[in-house]
């Protein structure tokens, strides 16, 4: 998971100014306990890319947002939260740095069906089988959720190393006037036996940091 590492390196929460600055940036994010009959990790992927079992590192984080900050178009049409709000992850500020430093190790013509250009990631319907930046690739879309596999080229199809599986999601919630979104990693070494996490604490930290990042900006893709 080195990009993690040098993405969130490369933000440097000194940009943001103090510590409290951040926390009042990423207040509203929160995450939450994932329970172990998740259906990720109850999924064929999960099966077929930890063929293992090796032990995952799961986490999600939740934003809730008024009903009435949301774009009324995104409300109106069944699917277009959740499309929109995985638009604003890959072609948000958040994943901006990570875009540019996999386009130039990766971008050449044997990646050139993958989406890299930030105004074709933002208006994208992310269609399953869709190829992003070489690094990721949508294994599923439905009304409320788009998962991708990450961990490495899309262009490597069997077990690997180092694998995931993330999901953005967005269900409106009218009884409680907000809608909620949701960004849900499952992180897990594919090849090979192993005993503990895939990263360490450190990582992981850095990890739900550059997942609270992915959030706030993502949300400004749906809200007025």
């Known amino acids: 998971m080195g990009i993690i590492r040098t993405a969130v390196a490369f933000t440097g929460w000194s940009a943001l100014g103090a510590a409290g600055t951040w926390t009042l940036f990423t207040r509203g994010s929160k995450f939450v306990p994932v ?3 998740d259906y990720l990790l109850g999924s064929t992927w999960f099966a077929r890319y930890n063929p293992d079992n090796n032990p995952p590192l799961v986490d999600m984080c939740v934003r809730k ?4 900050q949301i774009k009324p178009e995104l409300l109106e049409k069944e699917g277009a939260l959740a499309t929109k709000f995985c638009a604003g992850v890959w072609g948000g500020l958040g994943y901006a740095y990570q875009r540019r430093y996999l386009e130039k190790k990766y971008r050449g013509p044997s990646t050139a069906h993958n989406v890299w250009d930030t105004k074709d990631l ?5 269609p399953v089988g869709m190829e992003i930046t070489d690094h990721f690739e949508v294994l599923a879309h439905t009304p409320e959720s788009v998962v991708v596999r990450c961990g490495a080229s899309p262009s ?4 690997r190393p180092s694998d995931g599986l993330f999901e953005m999601r967005a269900e409106i919630k009218k009884d409680e006037g907000v809608a909620e979104f949701q960004l849900k990693s ?3 070494q594919g090849l090979g036996k192993a005993e503990g996490k895939p990263m360490p604490a450190f990582i992981e930290f850095l990890h739900r940091q550059y997942t609270k990042l992915w959030m706030e900006t993502a949300i ?3 809200t007025r």
């Open 35 to 37: 329970p172990a009959n």
């Open 65 to 68: 947002v008024p009903l009435s």
């Open 122 to 126: 933002l208006e994208s319907d992310y």
């Open 156 to 159: 490597d199809k069997g077990v």
């Open 186 to 188: 499952c992180f897990y």
């Open 220 to 222: 400004t893709n749906v």
